[in-house]
């Protein structure tokens, strides 16, 4: 350390004196990076102007470069795009005995084309920040690199960069997450008109700024909420990257469940975004989709059927279409009748019985709602916990529905297995979704009163099905 801080001090002086004398310079995007953020390392360097210099090429000693860390591109394959340059400034890196080729501008410091002056050029990487751990104890050290050129020595300073876990607990609810970076997905569906029954390609493709590559595939289960299996069956159908290297894409096999979709509906996400140090919730979508009916979209209009009709089927007396011409005993009409009238008496019992019980549903029904508008109304506003108490158990009562800590998509499941419409349910999950994030907000009362009135207007709606 003594060696290379003097190394480091006498070029700064040479420097101050000369501005022909090489210098080194390493730095980073974020000296504080968040655990899983991408890290940017940036080696700039001044190199007087001209040929190789009389002692050879200038040599780059970088002892981290062979270290295991979570590089975007191998060091080797670094190494090699560099050298398939054939153009720029030679420069040996390591003990590599093949130079890598950079193209550099004038130093600000001299101006003048290149070649003529000092000037710079860069190097850079990417790598993903570690996770913390006992070895590194949250601290990445990166050595000086070393410059040998023409005789002298130079040394950049040494780079420290501190890890910063991130803040899960304020992530929000939805359950596809991107981990740390700042994404934006799109979602595409092909095709877009699909017989029922039939499959079609859905690709989520990501863009940003981050690790892409570190980013998980969210399984097809994590897409229920917005995909619920109630409406659609979703496999997966692996990922690709753009030709560039730019945009990651995962693909899904999606079964369209019922006529009444008309869309690939808005897929929530989250992202920690460190630039802005906070949470970002976003969503793709919604994507427009037509599902057709494979029975009526192949079928055609049916032949009628030509040809003498025979005798009993001509129009005429009903009677004797029925029961034929023949003598009978009594009245046809009279038969007709005897044998119609035990028919007509069990259905007419069967519907005033129907009745009665839709009467006695609805009855009760109103007293499960009654009762759980009792509960609501009080002078302390119920905990959020009461509320989830309150309502499981007026969907117990009213749709004979058992249910313990359901997530959204469970809870629009069964809801419309129970006939409720779309659009009641669709305010039921938001409203679920929003209770869940007031239990786990840290004990906080915000917004309670909102969550208990609303609660009052869902089961309401709730009440009049079927009614």
Wanted: charged share 20%; glycine share 8%; net charge positive.
């Amino acid at each position: 350390m003594l060696t290379w801080g003097i190394l480091i001090l006498s070029s700064a002086c040479c420097q101050a004196a000369d501005n022909s004398v090489p210098s080194l310079e390493l730095t980073a995007s974020s000296e504080r990076p968040f655990v899983g953020g991408q890290i940017q390392l940036a080696l700039t360097i001044d190199l007087p102007g001209g040929a190789a210099g009389s002692a050879g090429l200038p040599r780059l000693t970088i002892p981290w470069l062979e270290a295991d860390y979570d590089w975007t591109m191998a060091p080797a394959s670094w190494r090699e795009k560099l050298q398939a340059h054939f153009s720029g400034q030679p420069v040996l890196i390591n003990d590599d005995p093949r130079p890598i080729f950079l193209r550099g501008k004038p130093s600000p410091a001299t101006g003048g084309p290149v070649g003529t002056g000092s000037n710079r050029y860069k190097l850079t990487w990417s790598l993903a920040a570690p996770p913390i751990d006992d070895i590194n104890q949250g601290v990445m050290r990166f050595a000086p690199v070393k410059l040998v050129f023409e005789g002298r020595t130079v040394l950049s300073r040494p780079l420290e960069l501190r890890l910063r876990p991130v803040p899960a607990a304020l992530r929000p609810i939805p359950r596809v997450n991107l981990g740390v970076g700042s994404y934006v997905i799109r979602s595409e569906v092909e095709p877009r008109t699909v017989d029922l029954g039939s499959e079609a390609r859905l690709t989520l493709r990501v863009t940003g700024k981050g690790a892409l590559r570190n980013i998980l595939q969210p399984a097809p289960a994590q897409l229920a909420e917005a995909l619920p299996p109630s409406d659609f069956v979703v496999s997966s159908a692996g990922e690709s990257w753009s030709g560039d290297g730019t945009e990651r894409r995962f693909h899904y096999q999606v079964k369209p469940r019922r006529l009444e979709i008309d869309q690939i509906p808005r897929i929530s996400y989250t992202c920690f975004d460190p630039d802005r140090e906070e949470w970002l919730q976003l969503a793709a979508g919604p994507v427009r989709i037509t599902i057709r009916n494979p029975a009526s979209a192949g079928s055609s209009q049916p032949t009628a059927v030509t040809g003498p009709v025979p005798e009993r089927f001509r129009f005429g007396d009903v009677s004797v279409a029925l029961l034929g011409k023949r003598d009978w005993p009594v009245s046809p009409w009279l038969l007709l009748l005897v044998a119609g009238v035990p028919p007509l008496l069990w259905l007419a019992f069967w519907f005033g019985l129907h009745r009665v019980g839709r009467s006695l549903q609805s009855a009760g029904a109103t007293h499960a709602a009654r009762r759980a508008i009792e509960r609501l109304t009080g002078p302390d506003a119920p905990t959020p916990e009461g509320l989830v108490v309150i309502f499981l158990a007026f969907c117990r009562s009213r749709f004979r529905v058992t249910l313990s800590e359901p997530t959204g998509a469970e809870l629009e499941h069964h809801l419309l297995q129970a006939g409720v419409a779309r659009a009641v349910v669709d305010d039921a999950v938001r409203w679920w979704n929003d209770l869940a994030a007031a239990r786990f907000s840290a004990g906080t009362t915000d917004g309670r009163t909102s969550l208990v009135e609303d609660a009052k207007s869902l089961i309401m709606a709730l009440d009049t099905v079927g009614r």
